[in-house]
């Protein structure tokens, strides 16, 4: 039988109004409408408006992130509908994001445009290094996406979108400290003159942490240093040339696993050491009065891990994806219909190195993609936008992979009510260490096929009271063949290893956003997302996966207290879920339910003056005791007080 919302998350929900909407808006400051055409780059292969597109689309503006007062973009996510967030410790420690009830890698990440999931850490991006250094925007869009962006685009894509100098001269400088040993500062600089612009940002982060196992004392610290680049340049009126660049380097300490007596971390002097790169060099041409547009780009993509144990070192790996893209668009009929065609080619290269032991873990891996998308978008009397696009790709290692996606938007002018829906097919390709890793107790398997899945949502959005508020609705559901499972145990080898599972994997729920503007300085938004994930067992019997809450909320409430002070007060509600236990051999893995827990986070800013901000942020004010990772503590209450001086010209 189905459950209910427990009390504590239904409590959230009607301090917000339950309701929902397929996008976040942006309230207009003088007249505290929400702002509907607003224009997103990552639902289709060209710019389109929010309003004109099927999918399900979560916006987080520069203002948002402002006010949150977050060092890392995962805390961002917490808000965000279907996304589920797990984190194995204090800050730094592994964070992992899940989109719908998918898996970690089933969401496509992007940096400017640059894919950036880490290959050699099962193809997800390790969400606890992204800090909110430089970033200007956030696009997530939920449901299939593999016809637009290839492998895991499965259940969605998170577009991170830095800043761009848009002034003469900009600066900024910040620094804040608080619990925990924790200190964040940066700078931000940044120029717009005639047909050049640059903008450069850092930022160092670094914290002592706390004790990540149960027992014990030992504090597990974190260090991060990210540097920005963000330039273009156009020497015609219509070609445009644009250079965007991040690198975050840094080092965690963390616990390991007491694989003889508890099977769960203990004190330990272990550290990872990770460096990434990212870069993406891009030429934009416009003819026939810009009417037919191309795209020519070049991204690069690299990740670097290392680990250390008592100084020794453990193990090393290494990715790089290079993707060089041509993208063209012709409009006609004044610019109600459009094509596209994307042609993209893909090489992806993967290292692992260590210490032979049982086995020899040294190897070098390639594979290479080549790829053809064709989209077409047509708008049909102002009200009616379908889209289709399709994707052929043609892989070194797999068989040939074709995806497909619709989408459909109506509006009723006279209810301002929007109906939208969306269907995809997509694909997911083994990663380089389900296939070839080689660790202590894991053996890869090279025989494995991809994952495929198929996908629909149906969505309503309606505006009320002028547009002062926003509600939406959202149904989705998705079935996944072959899904992968990395711990099936092989008696021959003594070791784990990853195969295919006979059976679906189903996923369906509901997601409810809202976005009210309750007077010109108080405004509420929030979200509440019902997820039913389930997998066969190794009876044939569906299971709920792990750590997929069935109930997530949020809720967040935003004054402009006077005309220099802004307090946003912030509550997160994660359900229960499960997560696996895998005590030391030869005792059988169990399953353990996770306790469900609320978060409560303030943030405060003060205008001291025209360019010197005072800020504090107030962190798990009730002081929470949870894990979001069995046998992972997690931090408690936590302060930070903060200064930012910015200056324009």
Request: aromatic share 8%; hydrophobic share 35%.
């Amino acid at each position: 039988m189905k459950k209910f919302p427990p009390v504590s998350c239904l409590a959230l929900l009607v301090i917000s109004i339950a309701s929902a909407q397929a996008a976040e808006t942006a309230i207009d400051t003088e007249t505290g409408k929400n702002n509907l055409q607003e224009v997103v780059v990552t639902a289709s292969l060209a710019p389109v408006q929010l309003q004109q597109t099927g999918n399900a689309i979560h916006v987080i503006s520069s203002r948002d992130i402002e006010v949150s007062g977050a060092a890392v973009v995962s805390d961002l996510l917490r808000d965000v509908p279907g996304i589920a967030i797990n984190r194995s410790g204090p800050l730094g420690s592994t964070t992992q994001l899940r989109m719908r009830g998918a898996e970690g890698n089933h969401v496509l990440v992007l940096v400017d445009g640059v894919e950036v999931n880490d290959g050699a850490q099962a193809d997800e991006f390790n969400w606890a290094h992204m800090s909110t250094a430089g970033v200007e925007r956030i696009e997530v869009v939920r449901g299939a996406q593999s016809a637009l962006w290839g492998s895991d685009a499965v259940a969605g894509v998170i577009n991170i979108i830095t800043r761009q100098a848009d002034e003469p001269f900009q600066a900024q400088v910040f620094s804040e400290g608080g619990s925990h040993g924790t200190n964040h500062t940066g700078f931000v600089i940044g120029a717009s003159a005639g047909t050049a612009r640059i903008n450069l940002s850092g930022s160092h982060l670094s914290a002592d942490g706390d004790n990540i196992s149960r027992s014990g004392s030992e504090d597990d610290g974190y260090r991060n240093s990210t540097l920005n680049l963000n330039a273009g340049w156009r020497p015609l009126d219509n070609l445009g040339l644009s250079l965007t660049a991040r690198q975050t380097e840094g080092e965690n300490e963390f616990d390991g696993i007491d694989d003889l007596i508890t099977g769960l971390p203990e004190d330990g002097n272990h550290e990872s050491d990770f460096r990434q790169r990212f870069v993406r060099a891009q030429a934009d041409l416009s003819l026939l009065d810009n009417r037919w547009q191309h795209r020519v780009a070049l991204a690069v993509s690299r990740h670097n891990n290392e680990n250390y144990t008592d100084g020794a070192t453990t193990g090393s790996n290494a990715t790089r994806k290079k993707q060089y893209s041509y993208l063209t668009s012709f409009s006609w009929d004044e610019q109600t219909q459009r094509l596209s065609l994307l042609l993209e080619r893909e090489t992806e290269d993967f290292r692992q190195r260590g210490p032979i032991l049982f086995g020899d873990p040294n190897q070098n891996q390639s594979r290479e993609t080549d790829s053809v998308v064709l989209e077409y978008r047509v708008v049909l009397w102002d009200d009616l936008t379908l889209g289709a696009s399709v994707r052929h790709d043609d892989n070194s290692e797999f068989q040939n992979a074709y995806t497909r996606r619709f989408d459909a938007s109506y509006r009723i002018p006279a209810s301002a009510t929007r109906l939208r829906a969306s269907w995809g097919t997509a694909v997911k390709n083994p990663t380089f260490s389900e296939r070839f890793g080689f660790y202590t107790n894991f053996v890869g398997n090279p025989d494995l096929r991809p994952e495929k899945s198929t996908s629909w949502d149906v969505g309503v959005d309606q505006s009320l009271f002028d547009d002062r508020l926003i509600l939406g609705l959202t149904y989705f559901r998705a079935r996944l063949e072959n899904e992968i499972n990395g711990f099936v145990y092989d008696p021959v080898a003594f070791a784990f290893t990853a195969e295919n599972v006979d059976g679906n994997s189903d996923r369906q729920g509901v997601e409810l956003t809202f976005d009210a503007s309750l007077t010109p300085t108080l405004s509420l938004k929030g979200s509440y997302t019902y997820t039913d994930a389930t997998e066969p067992d190794s009876g044939g019997r569906d299971v709920d996966e792990l750590r997929r809450p069935r109930h997530l909320g949020s809720t967040t409430l935003n004054w402009q207290v006077a005309e220099r002070l802004n307090i946003v007060l912030n509550a997160q509600y994660n359900g229960h879920q499960d997560d696996q236990y895998f005590p030391p051999w030869p005792q059988p893995s169990t399953r353990i339910e996770l306790d469900d827990y609320t978060l409560v986070n303030l943030s405060a800013q003060y205008q001291a003056g025209k360019s010197l901000t005072i800020y504090t942020r107030l962190e798990n004010l009730l002081d929470e005791d949870y894990e979001e990772v069995f046998g992972y503590e997690t931090l408690g209450f936590g302060a930070m007080v903060g200064v930012r001086y910015s200056f324009t010209q």
